[in-house]
């Protein structure tokens, strides 16, 4: 073998050994790379796939800042740039800052099994799908600082496992949608710098875990609702930069957690509440830029808050009055009305009047400083309002009364006696009456009697009662001004004869007023006779009723026996048929009542007794509260079941 092939077989074995050699190293490397490679993830839904494949069309995806494996072969989903899995479900989707340009397509709406939905700091134009909604699972959501429009969907009121919420940095408009209220278990809520109107839903104050809340730099308007002060967890409450209006609600000196508390750039006013002396843990106040009524409280300063600012807070409105003030104003010209002169100033501490206003029952009727007003008769309240440059109104009011010319009310005849004509209570009275009105016409005329009205027209004829009746006679004229006058008309009781078994022109007498009786006439029984004297009234279940038309008896009863308490009706008659007046010019009382239903008669008698001491007749009077069952029917047979003696008060 000559040298040459030596070294050609020489060099063949050197060179397979070098590759046999490096094969082994390949294959061994392959296997480490094998060995040690990322976990396999099985294929998520096609559904998800293919929402994932959407979001990256929508949004330019070839021009991402980072699109590492996206639209791969399936299967590896869960390798893509910003796609998170676990144990097989696709839980994280975050591409914050990561030039996403385009819509949110709706098919988002099927990664059902998401946590997380990071794509803040893109580009992102457009409205937010309803579809997200379906992302029940989701805990964290943040589309801030994009693009997007129209309005916040109510559905994401079903996110109800969201902790984190924010839409902030967008051009949402709109009002917030009541639904969010039902996020409840969220620790962050922003929805800050859009262009979102409306009022504030009340349904927020069920965020009870929310530690911070802004809905600062939109066009909110309405007032702070009061429910806010139920966010006990609450550290940071923003909603500056707004157009709120009303007051400061108190309810949010509740939130004794606040840290910071920033409400500036709105057009709140009234004054700061001192229930947010309770915010010890305020570090910062910021109320500048309102229409808050001033001064700053001196306990606001004693607060020591790091960080308060008041300025532009509070607003000084003017200062408004009308020379004069309340006054009368004769009439002058026998004409209904007067043109009355007014002289008003206003002064601004912190601006200049920009306008004066004269108002009557709300409407204008002069401006200026200086005014004459024609007003009618009677009362009438003036406003003065003076306007200041921002806005600020201050009023001041006078009630002017312009005396009117009264009619003129007179009655033909006065006062006067009238005597009795049947012998029956009461008489029918005729009147005349006159009025006129000098400045106008007599609109109406009545006639009245304990301020009731019992007739119209001038000549009524009225029925009147025994005894003294003061009878009023009442003008209107057209101005709605009224004069009256009165007569007392007394009428005559009819004359009595007495008989022996009716020696009184009624039953009864007066009780002692120190008894305190409702009525001013009871029963009398004289145990020197054998009848008790008084006075029955009819009742039929519990209801006034009568007898043949009559509701009220004089009765005569007969004792017929002592021993068992046993009384009879032997007389009856109608009660006090002329009228009679007692001893104090009053019509008398029936103080007894008869239960048809049941045959219980119940009365105040006074009983006179007489007791013979040394030769001396004395005389004594004690009062009973009585109670009678009727026992006998046909006979009117009553026994007496009950009594009770009454004593002085």
């Not at 040298?3 to 094969?23: D, M």
């Not at 029940?136 to 589309?143: D, M, V």
């Not at 000098?438 to 119209?456: F, H, K, Y």
Request: aromatic fraction near 8%; include cysteine.
């Amino acid at each position: 073998m000559t040298l040459p092939i030596k070294i050609e077989r020489k060099a063949t074995e050197l060179a397979t050994g070098r590759f046999r050699s490096k094969i082994v190293l390949l294959l061994a490397i392959a296997a480490f790379c094998l060995l040690n490679a990322n976990p396999s993830y099985s294929q998520i839904p096609q559904s998800e796939r293919e929402a994932l494949i959407a979001l990256y069309y929508a949004t330019n995806g070839d021009n991402w800042t980072n699109k590492t494996g996206w639209n791969g072969i399936a299967g590896t989903e869960c390798d893509w740039y910003g796609v998170t899995c676990s144990g097989g479900d696709l839980t994280e989707l975050s591409l914050s800052s990561n030039n996403l340009v385009g819509t949110i397509p709706s098919g988002l709406g099927d990664l059902t099994t998401l946590t997380t939905l990071q794509l803040g700091s893109n580009s992102l134009s457009g409205s937010i799908p309803t579809e997200l909604g379906n992302l029940t699972a989701l805990e964290y959501l943040s589309f801030y600082n994009n693009s997007l429009t129209g309005t916040i969907p109510a559905q994401l009121g079903n996110l109800t496992n969201l902790t984190y919420f924010s839409l902030t940095s967008n051009q949402l408009s709109g009002s917030i949608p009541s639904e969010l209220g039902n996020l409840t278990s969220v620790t962050y809520f922003a929805l800050a710098i859009n262009e979102l109107t409306g009022s504030i839903p009340a349904e927020l104050g069920n965020l009870t875990s929310v530690g911070y809340l802004t809905l600062s730099t939109n066009q909110l308007s309405g007032s702070i609702p009061t429910a806010l002060g139920d966010l006990s967890s609450l550290l940071y409450l923003f909603l500056y930069s707004n157009a709120l209006t009303g007051s400061i609600p108190s309810e949010l000196g509740n939130l004794t957690s606040l840290i910071m508390l920033r409400l500036h750039g709105n057009k709140l006013s009234g004054v700061i509440p001192t229930q947010l002396s309770n915010l010890t843990a305020l570090t910062e106040l910021r109320l500048d830029n309102n229409q808050l009524a001033g001064p700053l409280p001196q306990w606001l300063s004693d607060m020591a808050i790091s960080t308060l600012n008041v300025t532009d807070a509070f607003t000084s409105s003017p200062s408004v009055a009308i020379s004069g003030g309340n006054r009368t104003i004769a009439d002058t010209d026998g004409i209904a009305g007067e043109s009355v002169s007014f002289t008003g100033t206003a002064t601004d501490s912190d601006g200049t009047i920009a306008t004066t206003q004269w108002l009557v029952d709300g409407s204008e009727v002069a401006t200026g400083l200086t005014a004459t007003i024609s007003l009618p008769n009677g009362s009438t309240v003036v406003t003065f309002k003076a306007t200041d440059n921002d806005g600020d109104s201050s009023t001041a009011t006078v009630t002017i009364t312009i005396t009117n010319i009264v009619p003129d009310v007179y009655i033909s005849g006065g006062s006067r006696a009238i005597a009795d004509t049947d012998g029956i209570a009461g008489e029918s009275v005729s009147f005349t009456g006159t009025a006129t009105d000098s400045d106008g016409t007599i609109t109406t005329t009545q006639w009245l009697v304990g301020g009731s009205v019992v007739a119209t027209g001038l000549t009524p004829t009225i029925a009147l009662s025994n005894g003294a009746t003061v009878i009023t006679f009442k003008a209107t004229d057209n101005d709605g001004v009224s004069s009256t006058t009165t007569a007392t008309i007394t009428v005559a009781t009819p004359t009595y004869t007495v008989t022996d078994e009716w020696p009184s022109p009624y039953n009864g007498v007066t009780p002692d007023s120190s008894l305190g009786l409702a009525f001013n006439n009871i029963g009398i029984y004289d145990t020197a006779g054998s009848t008790i004297y008084t006075c029955l009234r009819v009742y039929t279940d519990g209801l006034p009723g009568s007898v043949d038309g009559i509701g009220e008896f004089d009765i005569g009863f007969t004792v017929v026996s002592i021993d068992e308490g046993t009384i009879q009706i032997t007389k009856f008659r109608e009660f006090n048929v002329i009228g009679a007046l007692n001893e104090n010019v009053e019509l008398p009382d029936c103080s007894g009542k008869f239960e048809t239903t049941t045959g219980v008669f119940t009365d105040t008698i006074e009983t006179k007794s007489y007791l013979n001491f040394l030769g001396n007749l004395l005389t004594t009077l004690r009062i009973f509260e009585t109670t009678f069952d009727l026992v006998d029917a046909d006979n009117l047979i009553l026994k007496l079941s009950g009594y009770q003696e009454l004593t002085a008060n």
